[in-house]
Nanobody, 122 residues
Framework: QVQLVESGGDLVQAGGSLGLSCQTS????????MYWYRQAPGSQRELVAG???????YYADSVKGRFTNTRDNAKNMVYLQMNSLKPEDTAVYYC????????????????WGRGTQVTVSS
């Protein structure tokens, strides 16, 4: 059974930092491209970041220079470090996975977590 479980969401003030984690099980983690998506109320889900098994990364323009996506293949975990947070970063953040998936908005993950809420106050 595949499981992706996000953690680390919280309420933080603008300008602050937050780190998200995603624990995976049931997949061959080292073969999967991992993604972070987010969905704000009334908005479509959008790709925020992605990382391949070779540690190639993708970031949406809105988070470049502020967010860092990393992975630990030994622990089957992926992380999203978010710095200089803005109110517009407020959303539910989802971890997702696709075996040998591509990076970029064309990605179509096979597996999803349930999400973790990030709220940035102004």
């Amino acid at each position: 059974q595949v499981q992706l479980v996000e953690s680390g969401g919280d309420l933080v003030q603008a300008g602050g930092s937050l780190g998200l984690s995603c624990q995976t099980s049931g997949i061959i983690f080292s073969l999967n491209t991992m993604y972070w998506y987010r969905q704000a109320p009334g908005s479509q889900r959008e790709l925020v970041a992605g990382i391949t098994r070779g540690d190639h990364t993708y970031y949406a323009d809105s988070v470049k220079g502020r967010f860092t996506n990393t992975r630990d293949n030994a622990k089957n975990m992926v992380y999203l470090q978010m710095n200089s947070l803005k109110p517009e970063d407020t959303a539910v953040y989802y971890c997702a996975a696709k075996k040998l998936g591509i990076l970029g908005v064309g990605a179509s993950p096979d597996y999803w977590g349930r999400g973790t809420q990030v709220t940035v106050s102004s």
